[in-house]
């Protein structure tokens, strides 16, 4: 079950540029999570209930790093937080819809992730979340 959005995703070259903007909005990254098995460095920016996630690449073979070459930096995913990334994994497939990875798989603080194909949710990249 979805219980609120939980962050959205900007892909960014550098973390420490685009946080002028947000710093000057009196918002301050929360933490920074290096996440190797996704070649990215994380930046978390505490908003009310929900985050900003600024995305940076660490290696030419992340997928922000193609994102960025394809696209240029810009909104990345949104992400919906999940009481049961599993049962919400298992009811989208079953129901047709595309999803990235064959299983949930873990992500930056801990938790299980999966996402859903642009293609199933209306050209955005959704990823459901699970705090373990
Ligand atoms: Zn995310």
Redesign the pocket.
């Given at each position: 079950m979805i219980s609120k959005l939980d962050?959205i995703?900007i892909a960014v070259e550098s973390i420490d540029d685009a946080m002028e903007f947000y710093e000057a909005l009196g918002l301050n990254v929360e933490e920074i999570e290096e996440v190797p098995q996704e070649g990215v460095r994380?930046a978390m920016i505490r908003c009310g209930e929900s985050c900003i996630?600024l995305?940076e690449p660490t290696s030419e073979e992340s997928p922000i790093a193609r994102f960025l070459a394809r696209k240029g930096p810009g909104l990345h995913?949104l992400?919906l937080a999940s009481t049961d990334v599993r049962s919400d994994d298992t009811a989208l497939r079953n129901a047709g819809f595309r999803l990235l990875r064959q299983e949930p798989t873990r992500?930056?603080g801990g938790c299980w992730?999966q996402f859903v194909h642009p293609k199933s949710a209306g050209g955005v990249l959704v990823?459901l979340?699970e705090k373990d």
């Open positions: 962050h995703g994380v996630e995305l995913h992400c992500g930056a992730v990823e979340s």
